[in-house]
Nanobody, 123 residues
Framework: QVQLVESGGGSVQAGGSLRLSCAAS????????VGWFRQAPGNEREGVAG????????YYAGSVKGRFTISLDKAKNTVALQMNSLKPEDTAMYYC????????????????WGQGTQVTVSS
């Protein structure tokens, strides 16, 4: 059974940083793509960042580019999202998702999802 478990969320003031982690069990981050998504109340789920598990190439939404960094630690089988210069509009539930052959920032195509971790940024 595949499980993705996110951690690292919390409350922070604008300008602060958080580091999210997504640990996988029953699954190895060794193929296709892994991504981070977020969803604020009343909004659709949006892609934030993704990484190709083979080449370790990365891609980002324009709203977070230059502030967020996605990384993959294959030894620990963990994907991280380092979030710097956080803004109140970054407030959302953050989800990791794995095993997409389509890759990209669309939620469709990702086979496995975590339960999410809340990030709240106050002004």
């Amino acid at each position: 059974q595949v499980q993705l478990v996110e951690s690292g969320g919390g409350s922070v003031q604008a300008g602060g940083s958080l580091r999210l982690s997504c640990a996988a069990s029953g699954y190895t981050y060794s193929s296709n793509c892994v991504g981070w998504f977020r969803q604020a109340p009343g909004n659709e789920r949006e892609g934030v960042a993704g990484i190709y598990t083979g080449s370790l190439g990365t891609y980002y939404a324009g709203s977070v580019k230059g502030r967020f960094t996605i990384s993959l630690d294959k030894a620990k089988n963990t994907v991280a999202l380092q979030m710097n210069s956080l803004k109140p509009e970054d407030t959302a539930m953050y989800y990791c998702a794995a095993d997409s052959t389509l890759c990209g920032l669309r939620a469709s195509g990702y086979k496995y999802w975590g339960q999410g971790t809340q990030v709240t940024v106050s002004s």
